[in-house]
């Protein structure tokens, strides 16, 4: 049981650039989540999604994007990397009482 | 809009004290997360609190959740090294999690 996947775990970007972070979970979670998490601060919320086909702005989605096609899958879109977006990003899934974290993508654009 | 207010942020303890963490949040909700986060790591799940009154404990560490209050807290006793790490507690508001600042607990031998 794989839980939640997150790749890549490292990258960096040029500013301007454009990627996109994976996130699968095999729970059949229909809530999932991006965060961002720099450091020493606790998790702002990016998106979030409570089912396929349908997804909400967090606190801070300037600058990004997320599309949700399957229960599984929940990619983050970054358009046009800034330095600002510089952060650890976690994705989590839940359902009912349970709430999982992937491992992180560390992504630093310089 | 939820907020949530954790205290103290920093935490430095000897190792055999008590001390406890506390939780704040502005708006009713119906379910409360505790996690640990060791430096570099994701998050480990500790505790979910679904109702007042809610107590869970395991090992050295006891989280409650009083409802009317919107307090949980989270007590640490006879703390020993291994617990050093940034815990988290996180609160289900609508469809989002909303999480505190987190709390950096240092235990020193």
């Known amino acids: 049981n794989a839980g939640v996947t997150q790749t890549p775990k490292f990258r960096i970007l040029k500013i301007g650039q454009s990627m996109t972070l994976q996130c699968t979970q095999d729970?059949?979670?229909?809530?999932m989540y991006w965060y961002r998490q720099d450091p020493g601060m606790g998790l702002k919320l990016i998106y979030y999604?409570?089912?396929?086909?349908?997804?909400d702005k967090g606190e801070v989605p300037n600058g990004y994007n997320v599309s949700r096609s399957t229960t599984e899958d929940f990619p983050l879109r970054l358009e046009l990397a800034a330095p600002s977006q510089t952060s650890v990003y976690f994705c989590?899934?839940?359902?009912?009482?349970?709430?999982?974290f992937g491992q992180g993508t560390r992504l630093t654009v310089v | 809009e939820l907020k949530v207010e954790q205290n103290p942020l920093f935490l430095s303890m000897q190792e055999g004290k008590n001390y406890t963490i506390y939780c704040n949040y502005s708006?009713?909700?119906?379910?409360l997360y505790w996690y640990r986060q060791d430096p570099g790591k994701s998050l480990e799940s500790l505790f979910v609190?679904?109702?007042?009154?809610a107590v869970k404990q395991e090992g050295r560490l006891m989280a409650s959740l009083d409802t009317k209050a919107r307090l949980s807290t989270l007590h640490i006793t006879a703390a020993v090294h291994d617990l050093s790490a940034t815990y988290f507690c996180?609160?289900?508001?609508?469809?989002?999690?909303?999480f505190g600042a987190g709390t950096i607990l240092r235990v020193k031998s």
């Open positions: 609190l679904l109702s007042n009154g």
């Open positions: 708006t009713t909700s119906d379910r």
């Open positions: 989590a899934s839940s359902w009912n009482t349970e709430a999982f």
């Open positions: 729970m059949n979670h229909n809530y």
């Open positions: 996180a609160v289900v508001y609508g469809n989002k999690l909303v």
């Open positions: 999604s409570v089912g396929a086909g349908i997804t």
